[in-house]
Structures are given as structure tokens and as C-alpha cells.
């Protein structure tokens, strides 16, 4: 038994991890960073790294064959070639060369907590001077339809490393995920047939996102299955699976399991220290978890679980380990730099399907629930940038106005290549820009963020009536 002393440990070697480690290394201190698969974690190697890659090429065939003069194709075997490429064949030498240059000191195995300060990593024992920070991510949720376990099933992980496009593709779950891969099989060459137990795809989203995304998937052959609840599966001939659908059932050569994800607190050692496992794991703005050691960011919190909103409080929390180390004060005030403020109201978020759901902030649905002054704008994206890049292009912008400070509480783009605008909207929404200081915002011509002045004209024509 060995026993090693760091300033900072952290458990779980996804971006945020990674990040919370640099950001402590930045500013002077000694990191450990504990990984039992891959540095780089659940995104560089099966998430959002591959399944955009899977993606990309079947979107710019779309949007090619939407401009008049050009003829485009794909080969899926050059598609899963580049796929494979961008995942380094999940290989992460790379990813461990850029920690350990930045001076983290990479730990392989399986970390769990043992006690205040104190990660146990097989027959090693890591003591942290300063804080241990949990960024272990979150594991899929299995449901339970009767015999899933008879036969075998794709998570995320198979779909966005399969080495074949199946010929029959069932997915079941109509969340970023399931409508993602969806979309990604198809257009590679599957017969795609998705169950969706609720009404609508996307549920977090406007309603018209999940709308129009499911017209287009229907309108490019997918069969969407709204409202329909997966009865059970059962092994069919010659390796298919059989879905039993109400009455009906339908033959899938592979079926992807992609109904949510939950945080992955159920074995890291949380009741060495008194804390409940299996639940998120808890934290305040600057990430701290229990005592003054014990920090945590990105999925296992529960608050927020995307990959760029668990880098956003990896970097708070390594600020706030360093200034606490320093005994420098913290400014946790809202919008503070040791204060993940952005959790609550403002976080931004790309849906990679064709349209692309571009939004951030909060919806019309959550801000009315939440009993504030509220005004909704919804107009056709019809400018002239949209109908220089396709023709017949088709989207919608939404913004949700708090109409007593005038300020931008939620904005959603639903279209062809929207997901560049979002960023604009997440200035505008953290920044809390007055509509009349917006209105001086003038968006270049011909582009797609002319909306931005249509939104506005709308909400002036209706606010003056």
C-alpha cells in the first residue's frame, strides 16, 4: 500500500475533470486525476465527439442537395472511417500527453472515496492537502420492458462506435440521444424505427422543436412512434430482435437503449464520508459538495448535464479550490468567479439534428410555470440569409420575454445551421441586454441572425397594440 499526497484530487477524467485539474495546476497547485477508462472520458470517446461525427457528413449531403446545381452522396464506410479517426480508434495517449504536459499527474484505475481527503485507487492511497472534486459523470438509465435482457442492446456507446450500419435500426427513447442517433443511422442507410413513450421528441425543449423535428425524420422515412410505449422485445430469427408494439411487431437488426442518464454516485465511496450514494450528488454555486474538501461538477450534479456546462463549473470550482487554498475571499455573488450562476437560468444547448435545435435559457412552458411576466415571440425564420442557404428553408425562432425588466429569459432557434446563433442568445441572456440596448444590435445582412431584428420588430409591433 502506497500513499501519495496532492493538493487536489480528482476523481473521473471526462472534460470536467480535466478541467477542474488544469484550473488548480493553473493556479499553483498539485493535481492528481484518477481515470479507470479513457482520459477524455464519456465524451472525446463515445458521445459528443463520435455521434457529431457520425452526423456531419449526412447533414452537409442534405444541405447540399437543398441548393440547386449539385448532386451528393456519402459512403457510410467513410463516415465510420472519420468517425474513427476523431476517437484516435479510442486510444488516449493524446489526451494523457496534454495532462501530463500541463503538469496533472495521470492515475489509472478505479477511484473511490475513503475517507476525508482521501481517494483509494486499487493499492493506492491519494491524500488531498485542499480538496477531492467527484466529476464521475452519469450512467444509463435501463427501463424496464419486459425481456430487454433476452437479447442484446446498444447504449450510446455501441451506436456511436458500431463498426456496421444496421440494416433495421430500432431506438427507443425520443431524447437528444435517441433523435441524434436516429437521424445519424439513417441517413447512413438504416431503416430507423423510433419509440417514443411521451407525446412529443425532445420534451425539454419548445414544443415546436420536438414538432418539426419529427416532421423532418418522417418526411426522410424514419418511422416516429409518438405516444407509444415499447410492450417487450423478444429474440427473433436468424439474430433479428422483435419489438412487441400494442399489437404489431416490428423486426430490428440492433436496438438502441437511449432513454436518459443518471449521475454515477452509486460506488465512489460517498458513505465513507456520510453522504447517501445513488442520487446527485448535491453542490452549491461554487461546487462544494460537503465540508470544505469535498467538491463535484458536470453530470454527477444533476444540474446541468452537458459536456461545455460541466467544463463552465470545472473551471469554478478550480478557481474556488485555488482561492480557498490561497485564503483569498471568493465572490460567490451572482455571476461571481467562483459562483456557477449560469446552472440556473442561462444554460446553452445544441440538439445535432437536422434542423438543428439551437436554445438557452429557459422555456415559455418553464417561465410561465414559474409565475413570471412573460411574453413569447414566435415568427418563421424568412430573412434573406435563410433563403440564400437553402431553398424552401424552414425554421422557427422563439424568445421568451420578461416583460416588467425587458430582458431575454429563453431563446430557441429551430432550423438548417442554427446552432452558430445560440451564442449571440447566451450573451444576450447572461448579460440580461435591455431589449432597447438589443434593438442597436444590428445583424449583418444577408445572414440567418437577421431574425434577431424580426424577433424584435414582432415584439415592439405587439407591445405597441
Given amino acids: 500500500m502506497s500513499t501519495d499526497e496532492f493538493d487536489v484530487v480528482v476523481i473521473g477524467a471526462g472534460p470536467t475533470g480535466e478541467?477542474?485539474?488544469?484550473?488548480?495546476?493553473?493556479?499553483?497547485?498539485?493535481?492528481?486525476?484518477v481515470e479507470a477508462e479513457r482520459v477524455g472520458g464519456e465524451c472525446s470517446?463515445?458521445?459528443?465527439?463520435p455521434s457529431k461525427a457520425l452526423l456531419r457528413t449526412g447533414h452537409a449531403v442534405a444541405a447540399a442537395r437543398r441548393l440547386p446545381g449539385v448532386e451528393a452522396s456519402l459512403d457510410p464506410a467513410a463516415v465510420l472511417a472519420?468517425?474513427?479517426?476523431?476517437?484516435?480508434?479510442?486510444?488516449?495517449t493524446s489526451q494523457v500527453d496534454w495532462a501530463v504536459g500541463a503538469g496533472i499527474e495521470v492515475v489509472r484505475g478505479v477511484g473511490?472515496?475513503?475517507?476525508?481527503?482521501?481517494?483509494?485507487?486499487?493499492?493506492?492511497?491519494?491524500?488531498?492537502?485542499?480538496?477531492?472534486?467527484?466529476?464521475?459523470?452519469?450512467?444509463?438509465?435501463?427501463?424496464?420492458?419486459e425481456g430487454l435482457d433476452s437479447v442484446r442492446t446498444w447504449g450510446?456507446?455501441?451506436?456511436?462506435?458500431a463498426a456496421e450500419v444496421p440494416a433495421r435500426l430500432g431506438v427507443l427513447g425520443g431524447g437528444v440521444v435517441g433523435c441524434e442517433l436516429a437521424q445519424a443511422f439513417a441517413r447512413l442507410g438504416s431503416r430507423v424505427t423510433l419509440v417514443n413513450h411521451g407525446a412529443r421528441l425532445l420534451p425539454s425543449a419548445e414544443p415546436v422543436a420536438g414538432e418539426r423535428v419529427a416532421a423532418a425524420m418522417r418526411d426522410e422515412g424514419i418511422d416516429v412512434r409518438l405516444d407509444q410505449g415499447l410492450d417487450a422485445v423478444a429474440p427473433g430469427t436468424d439474430g433479428a430482435i422483435v419489438l412487441h408494439l400494442g399489437d404489431e411487431r416490428v423486426e430490428v437488426d440492433e436496438l438502441l437503449v437511449a432513454t436518459g442518464r443518471h449521475p454515477n454516485t452509486a460506488d465512489i465511496g460517498l458513505d465513507t464520508v456520510g453522504l447517501e450514494p445513488g442520487g446527485p450528488l448535491a453542490v452549491d454555486d461554487s461546487g462544494l459538495a460537503h465540508g470544505d474538501w469535498l467538491y463535484a461538477a458536470g453530470d454527477v450534479t444533476g444540474r446541468a448535464p452537458l459536456t461545455h456546462m460541466g467544463k463552465y463549473a470545472a473551471r469554478i470550482v478550480g478557481a474556488t479550490i485555488a482561492a480557498r487554498a490561497a485564503?483569498?475571499?471568493?465572490?460567490?455573488?451572482?455571476?461571481?468567479?467562483?459562483?456557477?450562476?449560469?446552472?440556473?437560468?442561462?444554460?446553452?444547448?445544441?440538439?445535432?439534428?437536422?434542423?438543428?435545435?439551437?436554445?438557452?435559457?429557459?422555456?415559455?412552458?418553464?417561465?410561465?410555470?414559474a409565475g413570471l411576466p412573460v411574453r413569447v415571440v414566435e415568427i418563421d425564420i424568412a430573412v434573406a440569409g435563410s433563403s440564400l442557404h437553402a431553398d424552401d428553408y424552414t425554421g422557427i425562432a422563439t424568445m421568451v420575454v420578461d416583460t416588467e425588466r425587458e430582458?431575454?429569459?429563453?431563446?430557441?432557434?429551430?432550423?438548417?445551421?442554427?446552432?452558430?446563433?445560440?451564442?449571440?442568445?447566451?450573451?444576450?441572456?447572461?448579460?440580461?441586454?435591455?431589449?432597447?440596448?438589443?434593438?442597436h444590435a444590428v445583424p449583418s445582412f444577408p445572414t440567418i441572425s437577421e431574425v434577431w431584428l424580426r424577433l424584435l420588430e414582432t415584439y415592439r409591433s405587439d407591445a405597441a397594440r
Fill in 19 to 33: 478541467n477542474a485539474a488544469d484550473y488548480a495546476v493553473r493556479n499553483g497547485l498539485t493535481a492528481a486525476l
Fill in 112 to 145: 473511490r472515496l475513503d475517507g476525508e481527503r482521501t481517494v483509494r485507487v486499487g493499492d493506492r492511497v491519494l491524500r488531498a492537502r485542499h480538496a477531492v472534486v467527484v466529476a464521475t459523470g452519469s450512467v444509463p438509465v435501463r427501463p424496464p420492458v
Fill in 82 to 92: 472519420r468517425r474513427d479517426a476523431f476517437v484516435h480508434g479510442l486510444d488516449d
Fill in 156 to 161: 450510446s456507446r455501441e451506436a456511436t462506435n
Fill in 407 to 439: 430582458v431575454l429569459l429563453g431563446v430557441t432557434f429551430v432550423g438548417q445551421d442554427v446552432a452558430e446563433m445560440v451564442h449571440a442568445a447566451t450573451i444576450a441572456v447572461v448579460g440580461e441586454v435591455p431589449l432597447s440596448r438589443l434593438w
Fill in 45 to 49: 470517446f463515445w458521445a459528443c465527439i
Fill in 327 to 369: 485564503g483569498t475571499p471568493l465572490d460567490t455573488a451572482p455571476w461571481g468567479e467562483h459562483s456557477a450562476t449560469a446552472d440556473h437560468a442561462a444554460v446553452p444547448q445544441v440538439v445535432f439534428t437536422d434542423p438543428e435545435v439551437a436554445s438557452v435559457g429557459i422555456t415559455s412552458e418553464k417561465a410561465r410555470d
